[in-house]
């Protein structure tokens, strides 16, 4: 379900951080797909009733219901490049990963300044 949405039909750094975190639209996209499957099935029909046909929720209107602050992002991208230095000591990619790493902790340190924004240089928007 996320091969679609990539550039190029491949599960790349657009939907998954680090092998295994999605970015705020892969999550986006698999809590999409699980509602609609959810909904089809009828499962939760006889308990909940019908679904309503509500409007879309769009992937900027989940965000902003979440209510994701700059140190939000800050934090999550320091954790990613954490993650990203241990997976390198357990990989044969410890070089490529630290290079991720460094990224993300740069990325990091620049919403924490305010050098820029959510949504430039490479980041997740959440406004």
Same mark, same amino acid.
């Given at each position: ?6 550039? &190029? ?18 999550? *986006?996209?698999? %809590?999409?797909?699980?509602? =609609? ?12 009733? %019908? ?12 965000? /902003?219901?979440? /209510? ?7 934090? %999550? *991208? &320091? &954790?990613?490049? =954490? ?5 390198? +000591? ?6 490529? +990963?630290?290079?991720? %790493?460094?990224? *993300?902790? +740069? ?19 959440? =406004?």
């Amino acid at each position: 379900m996320l091969r679609p949405e990539t550039p &190029h039909g491949i599960i790349d750094r657009s939907m998954i951080h680090d092998n295994v975190h999605p970015t705020l639209r892969g999550f *986006y996209l698999i %809590a999409m797909h699980a509602a =609609d499957q959810i909904s089809q099935s009828g499962i939760l029909a006889p308990k909940l009733g %019908a679904p309503h046909n509500a409007a879309p929720v769009t992937l900027l209107d989940a965000v /902003k219901a979440q /209510k994701l602050s700059v140190g939000d992002l800050v934090d %999550a *991208y &320091h &954790h990613t490049a =954490d993650d990203l230095r241990w997976l390198g +000591r357990l990989r044969w990619d410890e070089s490529r +990963r630290k290079r991720e %790493a460094d990224e *993300y902790d +740069r990325k990091s340190q620049q919403l924490k300044s305010g050098e820029i924004k959510p949504g430039q240089n490479g980041t997740e928007r959440i =406004d």
